[in-house]
Nanobody, 125 residues
Framework: QVQLVESGGGLVQPGGSLRLSCTLS????????MGWFRQAPGKEREFVAA????????NHADYVKGRFTISRDNAKNTLYLQMNSLEPEDTAIYSC??????????????????WGQGTQVTVSS
């Protein structure tokens, strides 16, 4: 069974940067979309960014556009989220998701069938 494991979270000051990683534990058969979502305390999970299998297509939520960049390295089975100019409002648990092979996936969390356990990102002075 495919599993996702996130890493790279932590405590950072406003204006700082972090890079999150999400590694698949096994190969999947067929192209799959991957995405990042986040959930702050007391709020629903929200979309952050998504990327197609061949990296030809990316989508970033308006509230992170220009600050966050999603990328992937299929040779390493790893998804990344580079986060710059972090703000206290970015504080949340960040989770990665993978779609089923050949499935379309976008900004809805129900588009993704496999999830990691999440990594905490805290932006505070």
């Amino acid at each position: 069974q495919v599993q996702l494991v996130e890493s790279g979270g932590g405590l950072v000051q406003p204006g700082g940067s972090l890079r999150l990683s999400c590694t698949l534990s096994a190969q999947t058969y067929g192209p799959y979309v991957m995405g990042w979502f986040r959930q702050a305390p007391g709020k629903e999970r929200e979309f952050v960014a998504a990327i197609s299998f061949d990296s030809s297509g990316t989508n970033h939520a308006d509230y992170v556009k220009g600050r966050f960049t999603i990328s992937r390295d299929n040779a390493k089975n790893t998804l990344y989220l580079q986060m710059n100019s972090l703000e206290p409002e970015d504080t949340a648990i960040y989770s990665c998701g993978a779609s089923a092979p050949f499935a379309r996936a976008g900004t809805r969390d129900r588009d993704y069938v496999t999830w990691g356990q999440g990594t905490q990102v805290t932006v505070s002075s």
